[in-house]
């Protein structure tokens, strides 16, 4: 059954005592990003004026919606939890950390100084703690996640000669699925506008990832191949149709052709990052790099993430965060500073495509940016930028 999401959702205006009990600044609430369920409907993260960060969830089903909220209302019954009417349609929304799946949300929040970064209810969050005049920040996720995510965290921190920084883990409690880190150093790649800083920064960021690939795996880390990368590929395009039919015709188009270029053909595996862009990249005054979300840490093509970062950077100039030309020289700084060998380098057009894909189906979910679904699925085909 398809369950569009309805166009009402992208921006919403609250009564008084509905913004009040929210705590939001403004009466308006717009819609950042949204994932499917795996049940009909979407989970909802909304910002306010002040990008104070409220979740929620649209599920068509009357009785289903009540259910939560009641459920959720009585997990946390000290924080907002309300149902919103958008014109028919009905949604939970979810402030201050309310979650009935993530209890200890709600506290992390609270906590003087904090503030909640992303909540994708009843899955994983992120808060931003000030402790002790340090910065920290805080993932609350499903307990039995925990345990691979600090070991990965302890086997990268341990390695020799290592040349980028990653985030220390402070604090764990895995009973209670929240691990806190430290901040990295510098500004996230993806804050810098000035054309020369970003093109330097990006030859830094790919000699540092050349080495990461080439970082030993621990024997129990997961594998991800170009099969696994279809599969992701094929449920994307399974939400999308669910939920944007017309512009899964337009998907399902190109899909063919980016899983045969996917299944023909193959290289060498290396450690991977797996969701390697320029927010999970911190640029330091030394020149140095620091890296960020190591949590889908994979063995498989190391393609696989430097056309994710590529594809990233022409995203940026699509979005017009930068200017025209800056993702072309970015893009060749940072194949310069990989310097990818001729397996590699023959990977790159169809990892360049799956990605492309990927983020088609992904900013359908995303109506703060209009035209960027389209922009991705016109640019398939087009090689790599770069210049290779």
């Known amino acids: 059954m398809a369950t569009e999401l309805p166009d009402a959702l992208s921006v919403i205006t609250l009564g008084y005592e509905e913004a009040a009990r929210l705590g939001i600044t403004g009466d308006r609430l717009t819609l950042r990003r949204a994932w499917p369920r795996s049940k009909p409907g979407l989970t909802l993260e909304f910002v306010d004026s002040d990008a104070q960060v409220i979740a929620g969830q649209w599920i068509p089903d009357a009785a289903t919606l009540q259910r939560t909220e009641?459920?959720?209302?009585?997990?946390?019954?000290?924080l907002p939890v309300l149902t919103h009417d958008v014109g028919g349609v009905h949604i939970v929304l979810q402030g201050r950390g309310a979650d009935r799946r993530l209890s200890e949300l709600g506290p992390l929040v609270a906590s003087t100084g904090a503030r909640l970064v992303s909540h994708r209810a009843e899955r994983r969050a992120v808060v931003r703690l000030e402790q002790g005049g340090m910065v920290l920040y805080a993932k609350v996720m499903s307990p039995e996640l925990v345990p691979e995510i600090v070991?990965?965290?302890?086997?990268?921190?341990?390695?020799?000669?290592?040349?980028?920084?990653v985030p220390e883990v402070i604090e764990c409690d895995a009973g209670r699925g929240v691990v806190i880190w430290s901040a990295l150093p510098g500004r996230p790649l993806h804050s810098l506008r000035e054309?020369?800083?970003?093109?330097?920064?990006?030859?830094?960021?790919?000699s540092s990832l050349r080495w990461l690939h080439k970082v030993?795996?621990?024997?129990?880390?997961?594998?991800?191949?170009?099969?696994?990368?279809?599969?992701?590929?094929?449920?994307?395009?399974?939400?999308?149709?669910?939920?944007?039919?017309?512009?899964?015709q337009h998907v399902m188009r190109?899909?063919?052709?980016?899983?045969g270029n996917l299944e023909n053909g193959t290289s060498p595996s290396g450690f991977l990052h797996r969701d390697l862009h320029d927010k999970q990249v911190f640029i330091q005054s030394d020149e140095g790099v620091g890296f960020l979300d190591f949590d889908t840490a994979a063995v498989g093509e190391p393609a696989l993430?430097?056309?994710?970062?590529?594809?990233?950077?022409?995203?940026r100039e699509d979005q017009r965060l930068w200017s025209t030309g800056t993702a072309e020289d970015a893009a060749s700084a940072f194949l310069c500073g990989y310097s990818p060998?001729?397996?590699?380098?023959?990977?790159?057009?169809?990892?360049?495509?799956?990605?492309?894909?990927?983020?088609?189906?992904l900013y359908a979910f995303r109506p703060m940016w209009p035209g960027i679904s389209a922009a991705m699925l016109d640019r398939i085909g087009q090689g790599v930028p770069g210049g290779l």
């Open 70 to 78: 009641a459920k959720t209302r009585a997990a946390a019954p000290e």
């Open 151 to 165: 070991d990965l965290d302890r086997y990268l921190r341990d390695l020799p000669q290592r040349p980028f920084n």
């Open 195 to 206: 054309r020369d800083e970003v093109v330097r920064s990006c030859a830094t960021v790919g």
């Open 216 to 248: 030993p795996a621990e024997k129990d880390i997961r594998r991800h191949d170009a099969r696994a990368e279809i599969e992701v590929l094929r449920k994307w395009i399974e939400r999308l149709d669910a939920h944007k039919p017309s512009l899964s």
């Open 254 to 259: 190109s899909a063919d052709e980016v899983v």
């Open 305 to 315: 993430d430097v056309a994710n970062m590529l594809v990233h950077l022409e995203l």
């Open 341 to 361: 060998d001729r397996s590699t380098h023959g990977r790159l057009a169809a990892y360049a495509d799956a990605t492309r894909l990927r983020l088609a189906c």
